[in-house]
């Protein structure tokens, strides 16, 4: 066997040791995915969710985290933001001027956090500072049993759905009856249009003055009679004829 085959068996020998510690590395990999989904899966099953049904004003979610976290860990938070509507009578009113919550929810890393966190909040004045805003404002906290984040997401995205729905129905009310109104308003004006004509036609055959453009359909039809003059033919030629006689006469005669 010569050098060449020699280093060719190498070669491949090498190249596929290569190939097994590749396949061995993928393998490790896919083990320690499926390890870190199960410890994931395990620590959201260990999660609770606390419903905060009112958010007082000049809360954020930055501030509720503030305030919560002194309790336990906190994972994630979602605020829904209040109504356009309620938000301008709020402002009409004089009230707070800024972006304003109604609701939101609070995941704990634990459950007996989170139902720890409701027992002792609910009811109960939210108080810290004095100088804060919210100070006298009450907790209205509720833990939520067998309901975990995914679950709030898809009655979030239901809302969003709901609310989507029923913005679009009020948009084709509104634009089927501005189109009414539209049409009733061209019916309007066609209708004072004939009626101000009518009107000018009454008062100008009361006075007895034609107008210069009758309508076809509301003005009575006038035929209109010219004396004809007799023809002066005939006439005329009687008369030349006896003139021609009288001048012949008188001119021979006086001969």
């Avoid at 060449?4 to 190498?10: A, C, F, G, R």
């Avoid at 989507?164 to 049409?183: G, H, I, M, N, V």
Wanted: hydrophobic letters at 35%; charged letters at 35%; proline letters at 2%.
């Amino acid at each position: 066997m010569g050098e060449k085959d020699l280093e060719i068996e190498e070669t491949s020998t090498a190249r596929g040791e290569e190939q097994r510690g590749d396949e061995a590395k993928t393998e490790v990999r896919k083990v320690k995915k499926k390890k870190k989904s199960f410890k994931e899966g395990v620590k959201v099953e260990e999660r609770g969710v606390c419903h905060v049904s009112r958010v007082p004003p000049r809360m954020d979610h930055v501030k509720l985290r503030q305030v919560l976290s002194q309790f336990g860990e906190i994972q994630r938070i979602y605020l829904v933001p209040e109504a356009a509507a309620a938000q301008m009578n709020r402002k009409r009113a004089g009230g707070f001027r800024g972006l304003a919550f109604s609701e939101g929810w609070t995941e704990f890393t634990k459950k007996n956090v989170a139902k720890r966190v409701a027992n002792i909040l609910n009811g109960q004045q939210i108080g810290g500072r004095k100088r804060s805003s919210f100070y006298y404002d009450i907790w209205n906290v509720k833990y939520l049993s067998k309901i975990k984040w995914d679950d709030v997401t898809d009655e979030i995205a239901q809302r969003h759905a709901v609310r989507e729905q029923k913005l679009a129905l009020e948009l084709s009310a509104a634009k089927r009856e501005r189109d009414f109104y539209l049409t009733q308003v061209d019916k309007s004006r066609a209708l004072s249009s004939i009626e101000e004509r009518m009107k000018k036609q009454k008062v100008q055959q009361e006075s007895g003055v034609i107008s210069d453009f009758p309508s076809e359909e509301f003005a009575p039809k006038v035929i209109r009679q010219f004396s004809q003059k007799k023809p002066v033919g005939d006439e005329a030629r009687k008369i030349k004829l006896k003139l021609s006689k009288d001048v012949l006469a008188g001119v021979f005669g006086g001969q």
